[in-house]
């Protein structure tokens, strides 16, 4: 059993806030694989290979298993807990409040420098994840994330609700090279990461390189249904808005809005190794 990624999938159930967001933002931006719910290992690996044998389930758990992939689980688990909580729900409150009345303010990296470091530190998250789940050299890596289905709904949520949305002029402004921006806008990104993550964060800042192209795309797609997104999360918690911007606050809201990260993370590890598994 890949206990692991088992026991994170399984926190998860259809009504909750984090799924119907990843499966609306699915209906909206343009490039979405089709969300396919799921909240065990197992039904992972069959969501992708339909056919699979036991054996081939059995394989997948192991390699699941692997140093590597617990490795990624647990980073990807971090960026949702301890202090990152309150950073989080502050991505989630500036979705709801960016077309609502909110003034005039700048959306950019340097009027909101917080903000900006958590966009940083979970882009070199993925990163890192790839890094450490995709066998081969870089450009391999990069090539197998653009064609996975959790890979595609990884970068859009990514590209969307820490990226567009509170950021919305840089996007405007658009161009090659916003990922390389956002690091570049605050020098503290590659040092949280490297705590956060017990180092590899020179791994992670190599495979980002080669990500940001990818990641850049997905931005310029997101910010066209800017709007379109934060009216549907609005859908959801029409009051969040109003709760105060606190980690308590957020609890009372619902705290099932903020580990995207987590669920994230252990749909990919499912897929990359329902998909080894499969080959053989």
Known sequence: MSQKANEMLSDYNPDDFTVKLLSSLDNIVPGSPGFKFYNSFEDGVRAYVP???????????????????????????????????????????????????????????????????????????????????????????????????????????????????PFLDNAVEGGAGLIQKLMKSNSGITDKFGALAGGGAAQASEMLNSLAGPLDSYIGVAKDHAGTIADKVKTYLPAAANVADSATGAVATGADLLPVWTFLGARLVTEVAARRAAAG
């Open 51 to 165: 056919d699979a044998s036991p054996e081939v389930i059995e394989k997948a758990r192991q390699i699941a298993e692997s140093e590597e992939m617990q490795d990624a689980l647990k980073v990807m688990g971090y960026i949702d807990t301890s202090d990152k909580v309150i950073a989080g729900y502050a991505g989630i409150k500036n979705v709801l409040s960016l077309f609502g009345g909110g003034g005039a303010k700048k959306r950019t990296f340097e009027s909101d420098p917080q903000q900006a470091l958590d966009a940083g530190v979970k882009a070199l998250a993925i990163a890192y994840a790839v890094y450490k789940l995709i066998p081969g050299g870089i450009s391999e890596k990069v090539s197998e994330f653009k064609s996975l289905d959790t890979g595609k709904e990884m970068a859009i949520y990514f590209a969307s609700i820490e990226v567009a949305l």
